[in-house]
């Protein structure tokens, strides 16, 4: 037979958001997101707006909030999504619809090859080489209907 263990008093709350780059402001969904766990969300808008200004604005950056229990918070910051990333370099709004069906945009070798590289930046790809990161990019371009062309 187990014991339940009981929650350590003060645990570490965790918030996945994304956040556009320099347009980080205390309204929903940041607000209220760090409001109910009594962060002055102002705070973390001015800390975000700083670290991503030389962002081009409106850029989504994936951003994990981790709260302490007396209320102090740090914040990391990931690279674009892939998808969006893609759409750009396709100049398109949105993807397919039906993507094994329908191409709504071309992205070239080197597009893949530049998206990689902005791709290995982030924490959880540092261990993996280009190569890898480029397969993976090849795989969620067709995901969105965007044909890979030489």
Known sequence: MSKA??????????INILVPAGKATPTPPI??????????????????????????LETPIP????IQP????????NMPPTAWLLKRAARIEKGAAKPKHEIVGRVS????YEIAKIKQKQNNMKN????????CIVASAGGIGIEVVP
């Open 5 to 14: 263990i009981p929650k350590a008093m003060g645990t570490v709350s965790k």
């Open 31 to 56: 607000g209220p997101a760090l409001g109910q766990r009594g962060v002055k969300a102002i705070d973390f808008c001015k800390q975000f707006n700083e670290l991503t200004k030389n962002y081009e």
């Open 63 to 66: 951003t994990i909030i981790q």
């Open 70 to 77: 007396d209320r102090k918070f740090t914040f990391m910051c």
């Open 109 to 112: 070798l080197k597009h893949i």
């Open 128 to 135: 993996h080489d280009l190569q890898f990161i480029c397969k």
